[in-house]
């Protein structure tokens, strides 16, 4: 009997500004979510004007994608003046619905804004059936879930409530259930629930014991320390087919304040792999490429979290092994080809020279790497490096590239 895939999923990526939106949209994201000036919980990523917003969801429709926009606070008293006319503004941009937490901007969205979209945020940690039958009989239109959330548990869901599911299949893991968590508060009196997270999960933290009222160190040295609260990033790449096969509508990457390097990779590995599933299902394969090109981008170990189960120790990370540098650089984001002279127009965001090798990568091409011979800067000059951000510079390139297409170079 052949195998047929229902519904394509959504692919969902995140931008923390404008050129990021719009990165993930020539990538391969079919929907973007983004922060506007209030009511977010990114408070350190760029966010966007509500002009911008208005920018980012007319270039989205031209693609066919959607702007999804998070106002996934947890509200105060404080928070409720301005929030009917931030809704009202929100709408009039034409995105197409918002993430939300709390149950005051759910009933005032349905009041003041009833064109947008409601999807409930992961900030609620939605993780049975129940309870997304409650928010369902609520009237909202799709639901985040917990990233705590297993295969069996996401298929219930499906089974039992006629709702859109999505759910994160890439990037950071929180060591609390999103939206329960108060460390920033207490660590820094910074609120984690209205934008302020700083991460103290992620700090190097010592081991201490009480013996006679006196706090001795467990453990001392530079090696590993044996506490943590610092879960591996997420990848589910592999579990692509099974979220299909279950149902789940639309597939979420994690990672608004990421650069565009990473956006686009992460964008353009999950689009492929989405892709190929739903033309071939039979005989769809993971391709190893596809693996080594997440790992371009990796700052962090990576694992599949719950979706299997339960992780174990061996899903946390440790002192030391908490961050390493990415084994690639973005170095340059081409602007322009001339396929007479065989010259692109790159504009560079990180060092690179002649002599070194770098590997270009985009949405209309297949990866190649070539030895960069000479730079030229816009009046012809030859250079010895780029050396300055956002310069423009134009190198030779052995084979056709595009507007957007990017170059990076192998870290050492």
Not at 225 to 236: E, G, I, N, R, W
Not at 318 to 323: I, T, V
């Amino acid at each position: 009997m052949t195998k047929t895939i229902l519904k394509k999923p959504e692919l969902l990526a995140p931008a923390g500004n404008l050129e990021k939106l719009k990165i993930a949209v020539h990538y391969g994201a079919d929907a973007v979510f983004l922060g506007g000036q209030e009511y977010g919980l990114r408070s350190n990523a760029d966010n966007f004007t509500m002009d911008e917003i208005k920018e980012g969801v007319d270039f989205a429709k031209k693609y066919g994608a959607k702007i999804y926009v998070t106002t996934n606070i947890i509200a105060h008293d404080e928070n409720i003046e301005g929030l009917d006319d931030y809704l009202r503004q929100l709408e009039a941009t034409g995105a197409t619905g918002i993430i939300v937490a709390d149950p005051l901007i759910i009933e005032t969205c349905k009041r003041v804004a009833p064109k947008l979209e409601i999807h409930l945020s992961t900030q609620q940690s939605l993780s049975n059936w129940k309870a997304v039958e409650y928010w369902k009989n609520e009237g909202l239109e799709r639901v985040v879930l917990a990233r705590e959330t297993g295969a069996e548990e996401m298929r219930l869901m499906k089974e039992k409530v006629d709702i859109e599911i999505e759910a994160f299949v890439h990037g950071a893991m929180c060591i609390a259930y999103s939206g329960r968590c108060t460390l920033s508060n207490h660590m820094t009196a910074r609120d984690s629930n209205r934008g302020g997270c700083c991460q103290s999960c992620r700090w190097d933290y010592d081991l201490l014991t009480v013996d006679n009222d006196e706090l001795d160190v467990v453990f001392e040295g530079e090696d590993v320390t044996p506490f943590a609260m610092s879960p591996k990033d997420l990848k589910l790449i592999e579990s692509i087919p099974s979220m299909i096969d279950i149902g789940i509508d639309s597939l979420k990457i994690e990672g608004r304040m990421k650069s565009i390097h990473y956006i686009a990779t992460v964008v353009s590995v999950y689009r492929k792999v989405i892709d190929a599933y739903c033309a071939d299902p039979e005989n769809f394969k993971i391709d190893p490429e596809w693996i080594i090109e997440l790992g371009k981008c990796a700052n962090r170990d990576t694992a599949p979290a719950f979706f299997e189960g339960v992780p174990g120790y061996e899903e946390q990370m440790f002192g030391h092994e908490q961050s390493k540098k990415t084994p690639f650089d973005f170095c340059g984001l081409v602007l322009d080809y001339d396929e007479k002279t065989r010259m692109a127009t790159i504009q560079q965001r990180n060092n690179f020279k002649p002599g070194m090798e770098i590997e270009f990568f985009g949405p209309e091409i297949d990866n190649f790497k070539q030895v960069i011979t000479a730079i030229y800067d816009e009046e012809g000059t030859a250079l010895d490096a780029a050396r300055h951000p956002l310069q423009l510079v134009q190198i030779k390139v052995d084979h056709p590239v595009y507007k957007n297409n990017m170059m990076r170079k192998e870290m050492a």
